[in-house]
């Protein structure tokens, strides 16, 4: 059974970093493309940054651009967002997802993941 665990979460003023993992159950973890998403309240979840199996490509919202680096550790299965410069804006539960291989016909964004965890709260105090 794969399993995505989020942890780094919690409660930052403005101004202030996070840095959130994502641990894979995923048995062929260097082959999945994963990525971060966020949900506001009352909002849709969005894509926040993906990166490839190999970690060579990476793809970040523009809302998010500057501040925040995604990057992986395949030998332990993990995937993580550093970020930075926090704004209340960016208060959201954080998802990690894993796609299935990778569609190059498709941008990081528009990947097919069908694997997700149970979401980390990130929430930044003005």
């Known amino acids: 059974q794969v399993q995505l665990v989020e942890s780094g979460g919690g409660l930052v003023q403005a101004g202030g970093s996070l840095r959130l993992s994502c641990a894979a159950s995923?048995?062929?973890?260097?082959?999945?493309?994963m990525a971060w998403f966020r949900q506001a309240p009352g909002k849709e979840r969005t894509f926040v940054a993906g990166?490839?199996?190999?970690?060579?490509?990476?793809n970040y919202a523009d809302s998010v651009k500057g501040r925040v680096t995604i990057s992986r550790d395949n030998a332990k299965k993990t995937v993580d967002l550093q970020m930075i410069s926090l704004k209340p804006e960016d208060t959201a539960v954080y998802y990690c997802?894993?796609?299935?291989?990778?569609?190059?016909?498709?941008?990081?964004?528009?990947?097919?993941?069908?694997?997700w965890g149970q979401g980390t709260q990130v929430t930044v105090s003005s």
């Open positions: 990166i490839t199996g190999n970690g060579l490509t990476t």
């Open positions: 997802a894993a796609a299935t291989g990778y569609r190059s016909t498709e941008s990081l964004r528009g990947q097919r993941y069908n694997y």
């Open positions: 995923l048995r062929t973890f260097s082959a999945n493309t």
